[in-house]
């Protein structure tokens, strides 16, 4: 005789994992693990290493779950779990640079033109590419929505140099696009060239 599994919903899920019921834990698992996973790539560089800091997390997950009051969406409430386990794995495995000095980007990108041949893929690479202390307010405020003031409490800095961090990202980040823009223009030319 098999059996059928049937998705659990969210409240269900809910219910079964603060029961401590292993097949809700699964699903919500499975649910939620893959975006997580993305989530701690961004902040942790090494795959290992992230993989370690999103069990971690769904550790902290499960033994929390009694403190979420169905205020807001779960996944953020698992998210805000997730990027503070990121922070805490990146305090203690790393000493926070946090850059002060940084040239500035000599060329504009032409936007338009770079639109065209700009991949996910390409500008994840330049967000790992920014120095640590860079990526991690960039990662915090651009795309994970925290305020300067949250970030300055997380990162135990000020709220100012959260602000100033955030302003280097994107200077070094236009930097990068400006020399993906230059290398795809210099593709064109050379296959128009050899056409």
């Not at 409240?11 to 499975?30: F, H, I, M, P």
């Not at 800091?53 to 009051?69: E, M, P, R, W, Y």
């Not at 990027?83 to 000599?106: C, F, Q």
């Not at 100033?164 to 993906?180: D, G, H, N, T």
Request: charged content about 30%; glycine content about 4%; hydrophobic content about 35%.
């Amino acid at each position: 005789m098999a059996l059928t599994l049937h998705r659990l919903n969210e409240e269900q899920l809910l219910v079964g994992c603060q029961k401590n019921d292993r097949t809700a834990q699964q699903q919500l698992y499975s649910s939620y693990s893959g975006k997580m996973y993305a989530l701690c790539c961004r902040y942790v560089k090494n795959k290992m290493e992230a993989e370690d800091v999103l069990v971690t997390a769904f550790t902290k997950v499960f033994d929390k779950i009694d403190q979420f009051k169905s205020e807001g969406s779960f996944e953020g409430w698992i998210r805000r779990i997730v990027v503070n386990e990121a922070l805490t794995w990146i305090r203690k495995n790393r000493s926070l640079y946090l850059e002060t000095d940084l040239e500035k980007a000599d060329y504009e990108p032409d936007y338009d033109k770079l639109s065209d041949h700009l991949e996910t893929e390409d500008l994840l690479r330049m967000i790992q590419a920014l120095p640590t202390g860079y990526q991690l307010v960039f990662n915090l405020y651009a795309i994970d929505g925290y305020s300067h003031k949250e970030i300055a409490e997380q990162l135990n800095i000020s709220e100012n140099t959260s602000k100033s961090q955030l302003s280097r990202a994107r200077v070094y980040l236009q930097k990068l696009l400006a020399q993906q823009d230059w290398d795809v223009q210099q593709k064109i030319k050379s296959d128009e060239g050899t056409n």
